[in-house]
C-alpha cells in the first residue's frame, strides 16, 4: 500500500488548500494511505502531530478556503543536511515513500534536493541505528512529485500557477474600488503589485482595469525621457475627457536606467509634473488572501488528481514530475528541467538581459 505526504511551503496561495483535499481524496480512492505534514518542511523535520494521517472527512471544506490550512513555513532546517536526515527519519518510521510537494520553485528544489540524497540518507539512518534493517530493505526508493502554488506565475513550463488568478481577480476588485475615489475626486493613482520578478500580475491587472502606464521589471520604458513620454500619454488621455489615472508598478520594477522604480517616484512625478492630486496604494498581501477563484479550485483538484497518478505510475528512474498546465491540458514535466529554466530566466532578468530571459521564456514552446 503506498503512503503518500502532502504538504505545501513557500508563500500561501489560492488554491493550496484545493490541492491538498485532492492529493487527499484521489489517493485515498486509489487505494493509499495519505498523510498532511503541516507547516511545510518543518512538519517533515519536527514529525510528532505535525504528520496526520488523513481521512476524507478531514478535507472537507477545503475548496473555498483561502491560503493553506494545514500552514506553510519558510524552513531553515530542512536547507541543511541534519534537519533532511531528521525528516528522512520522520517518513521512514511512518512508512510514508512519496511526497506531493505544494509550492514555489525553492520548495520544489528543496524536494529534489532531498530526493537525489537518498538512499544515502537511508544508509546514515541505518548507521545509527535510527532505522532497521527492515525499514532500510523497504524504503529503497521516495518519488517526489511537484504542484506550483505561487500568485507570481514566474515558474517555467507551465503556464499557470495555483493563484495566480486569484491574485490577479483580488487586485481588480481593489482597483475597481480604488476608481470610485479617483474618479470622484478627479486623483491619480499608483498601485504596486506583487510578483517578486515576474511582471504576469502586474501586466494581466494593467490589461483587465484599463491602467494609463504599467511598469515591469521585464520591460522597462523604452524612451530615453519616459517620464515626460509617460506624463505626454497620460495628459492626452485626460485631454479625452477620463477624470482618473491610473499607473500599475509591480515590485520588480526598473526604469530606463535598469534602477528599481518605486511607486512613490511615479507620484512624485505626476504631482509635479501634472499636478495631479495623487495617492499611493500598496495592495501587499491582501492580493494573496480570500477565498480562490472558481479556476484556481479547477486548477488544484485536477492537478492534486495527477500528481496522485504520476506518484503510483513513478519509478525509480523517473525525474521528479512537476505537474503543470499548457494549452489548457495537465502536463508532466521533469521538475528540475523546469526548475532550471526558471531560474536562467531570474538570472537573465538580473543581468538585464531581456532578449536572453524571452529567449529562454520562449524555448519550451517551441516545439
Ligand atoms: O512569491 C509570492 C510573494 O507574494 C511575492 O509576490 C512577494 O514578493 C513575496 O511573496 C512576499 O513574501 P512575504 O509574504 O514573505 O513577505
Not at 25 to 54: H, S, T
Request: with cysteine.
Amino acid at each position: 500500500k503506498r503512503k503518500i505526504a502532502v504538504l505545501t511551503s513557500g508563500g500561501d496561495s489560492a488554491g493550496m488548500n484545493a490541492a491538498v483535499r485532492a492529493v487527499v481524496r484521489a489517493g485515498i480512492a486509489r487505494g493509499c494511505d495519505v498523510f498532511a505534514v503541516y507547516e511545510g518542511y518543518q512538519g517533515l523535520v519536527d514529525g510528532g502531530n505535525l504528520i496526520k494521517k488523513m481521512s476524507w472527512n478531514d478535507v472537507r471544506g477545503f475548496l473555498e478556503v483561502g491560503g493553506t490550512s494545514i500552514g506553510t513555513a519558510r524552513c531553515m532546517p530542512f536547507k541543511q543536511r541534519p534537519g533532511r536526515l531528521q525528516a528522512a527519519e520522520h517518513l521512514v518510521s511512518r512508512g510514508i515513500d512519496s511526497i506531493v510537494v505544494c509550492g514555489g520553485d525553492g520548495s520544489l528544489t528543496g524536494a529534489d534536493v532531498f530526493r537525489s540524497e537518498w538512499p544515502g540518507l537511508l544508509d546514515e539512518l541505518l548507521a545509527n541505528k535510527r532505522i532497521t534493517e527492515e525499514q532500510h530493505k523497504s524504503h529503497r526508493y521516495l518519488t517526489i512529485v511537484g504542484l506550483v502554488g505561487s500568485i507570481d506565475n514566474d515558474m517555467s513550463s507551465t503556464d499557470i500557477t495555483i493563484g495566480a488568478y486569484t491574485s490577479l481577480a483580488r487586485i481588480c476588485e481593489s482597483v475597481d474600488s480604488i476608481a470610485s475615489t479617483a474618479i470622484s475626486h478627479s486623483r491619480a493613482f499608483v498601485v504596486e503589485v506583487m510578483g517578486r520578478h515576474c511582471g504576469w500580475l502586474a501586466l494581466m491587472a494593467a490589461i483587465s482595469t484599463g491602467a494609463d502606464f504599467v511598469f515591469l521589471p521585464e520591460k522597462p520604458p523604452s524612451d530615453d525621457d519616459w517620464q515626460t513620454a509617460m506624463c505626454d500619454r497620460l495628459t492626452r488621455r485626460r485631454a479625452l475627457g477620463k477624470r482618473n489615472t491610473l499607473v500599475i508598478v509591480a515590485e520588480g520594477a526598473l526604469d530606463k536606467n535598469l534602477n528599481p522604480i518605486k511607486p512613490e517616484q511615479i507620484k512624485d512625478i505626476l504631482s509635479d509634473r501634472m499636478g495631479l492630486d495623487t495617492r499611493v496604494t500598496t495592495l501587499g498581501h491582501v492580493q494573496r488572501g480570500g477565498s480562490p477563484v472558481a479556476y484556481d479550485r479547477y486548477l488544484a483538484t485536477v492537478q492534486g488528481v495527477e500528481a496522485v497518478e504520476a506518484v503510483l505510475r513513478a519509478t525509480p528512474e523517473t525525474p521528479s514530475p512537476m505537474i503543470g498546465m499548457s494549452q489548457n491540458k495537465v502536463t508532466w514535466r521533469p521538475l528540475m528541467k523546469a526548475v532550471e529554466l526558471t531560474h536562467a530566466v531570474a538570472t537573465a532578468i538580473g543581468n538585464k538581459d531581456f532578449e536572453k530571459a524571452t529567449e529562454l521564456r520562449d524555448s519550451e514552446f517551441k516545439l
